[in-house]
């Protein structure tokens, strides 16, 4: 079987050569897309391969439709926002993400935000210290929990809110419970998002909420852009001229939001939550695996498009 490796972003070389040794173990090809500048290469790319290995690249219906052959997709991560679950449905592709596999890694950059922000993006002048703040964690997953537990490493109250865990789960590992995303963002000095891109998220994060911060707050988002509706994230930064926002993904409006609030934002020039050597082995290795599990012995472990 041919296997696509597509990175527009790609993986550190001890990633790719490993899904390569994994690969040829298996008795199968990889061939390597990365740095790719438009989408016509990957639609030339797809044409005749049976599997593909995606970071955040879009695996839209056009590009399904020109890989012929294609039987499974990995989504080397996390999020698999970037998948068309229904048309890969539609043909019977599997599509499959790497849960857990760069977690840690994105939850060290949102510990390293907050230090950022608090210590004036290490500009001159007088910050603050993590110590005896508290923290809201916006979704209770593999990262939520990685961040809750460096946050109260750090000495930080660590708050939480998920509907789909169960409360005593976050209590057994020290974390408060929210009742409500209101009660956490009322009482919380940094907010940090670990929710996916979904029609349900999809625009929530708003001026209700981050209006709640008690002063100072800071809101990191290392999830999706996405989840934050950007006018009424920039009227918020308006009306509460002491509130933060620091992301890993650019917001469509960062130039306005860069102008308007000058150090109080920062953005990461591109998305680095997972870009560490590590996180790239983990998920792709991964990747690779699950790839061979499924042809030798059909296995759909992390199928996300049941
Ligand atoms: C994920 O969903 O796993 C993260 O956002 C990482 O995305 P990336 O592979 O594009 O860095």
Redesign the pocket.
Known sequence: MRILVATE?PFAAVAVNGIKEIAKEAGHEVVLLEKYADKAQLLEAVADVDALIV??DKVTAEVIGAAKNLKIVVR????YDNLDLQTCTGRGIVAMNTPGQ?SNA?AELAIAMMIFMSRNQFAPGTGSELSGKKIGIQAYGNVGKLVARKAAALGMQVMAYDPFVDSAVMENDGVIPAATLEQMYSECNFISLHIPATPETIGSIGYDLISRMPAGGCLLNTARKEIINEAELVKVLTDRPDLKYVTDIAAACQAELDEKFGKRVFATPK?M???TMEANVNAGLAAARQICRFFATGCRDFQVNK
Not at 76 to 79: E, F, K, R, W, Y
């Open positions: 972003k970071r955040s080397a991560g996390a999020g760069n994105v998305k939550g997972a870009e």
